[in-house]
T-cell receptor, first 111, second 114 residues
Framework: EDKVVQSPLSLVVHEGDTVTLNCSYE??????LLWYKQEKKAPTFLFML????IEKKSGRLSSILDKKELFSILNITATQTGDSAIYLC???????????FGTGTLLAVQP | GAGVSQTPSNKVTEKGKYVELRCDPI?????LYWYRQSLGQGPEFLIYFQGTGAADDSGLPNDRFFAVRPEGSVSTLKIQRTERGDSAVYLCASSPTTDTGELFFGEGSRLTVL
């Protein structure tokens, strides 16, 4: 069965800290891995990764994919209170190319 | 509209009742997805449409759940004989194709079954 596992489940840090969120996947016919940020309701897109070893970067956020070891990490440097959210990882694949989500990592950034 | 629109935003119903949740995707997006999210969990796949047809309905939990997309645009998720365990946020998302790319999510419909 296809699955995506995220760790840690939750994390509390102080402003200015750097955090690393982990995502491992077992997805047949794997196509891509996506990261989303969910603050209240609608998840908002962060990154899509399809190739191993190529870092994607957006401001203080960056992500990389390892297709050999079947995992991805999301890094946030110099965290701010506005980074507090649930970070969702999802793998696209399976027989019908659907998106399969992990349970998410709840990040709380304290002032 | 510019984004994915879902109605109602909140629905409270009694056990055993029938509910319909509506999703209006981004114009031109051929793929439409329904997910269910319970507290503390990630979105759980229910069904997705490519055009008017259900390309994958393997996530529907049982035959009380049904979804349609008759004209390839708006979709309705229908839940019969609701149970308390159906309480969750139902998220709809759309994308231009199913091959690659991000999904654009709506704000969700929060269903509470009393």
């Amino acid at each position: 069965e296809d699955k995506v596992v995220q760790s840690p489940l939750s994390l509390v840090v102080h402003e200015g800290d750097t955090v690393t969120l982990n995502c491992s996947y077992e997805v047949t016919n794997f196509r891509s891995l996506l990261w989303y940020k969910q603050e209240k309701k609608a998840p908002t897109f962060l990154f899509m990764l399809t190739s191993s070893g190529i870092e994607k970067k957006s401001g203080r956020l960056s992500s990389i994919l390892d297709k050999k070891e079947l995992f991805s990490i999301l890094n946030i440097t110099a965290t701010q209170t506005g980074d507090s959210a649930i970070y969702l990882c999802a793998g696209r694949g399976g027989a019908t190319n659907k998106l399969i989500f992990g349970t998410g990592t709840l990040l709380a950034v304290q002032p | 509209g510019a984004g994915v629109s879902q109605t109602p935003s909140n629905k409270v119903t009694e056990k055993g009742k029938y509910v319909e949740l509506r999703c209006d995707p981004i114009s031109g997006h051929t793929a439409l997805y329904w997910y269910r999210q319970s507290l503390g969990q990630g979105p759980e796949f229910l069904i997705y449409f490519q055009g008017t047809g259900a390309a994958d309905d393997s996530g529907l939990p049982n035959d009380r759940f049904f979804a349609v997309r008759p004209e390839g645009s708006v979709s309705t998720l229908k839940i019969q004989r609701t149970e308390r365990g159906d309480s969750a946020v139902y998220l709809c998302a759309s994308s231009p194709t199913t091959d690659t790319g991000e999904l654009f999510f709506g704000e969700g419909s929060r269903l509470t079954v009393l």
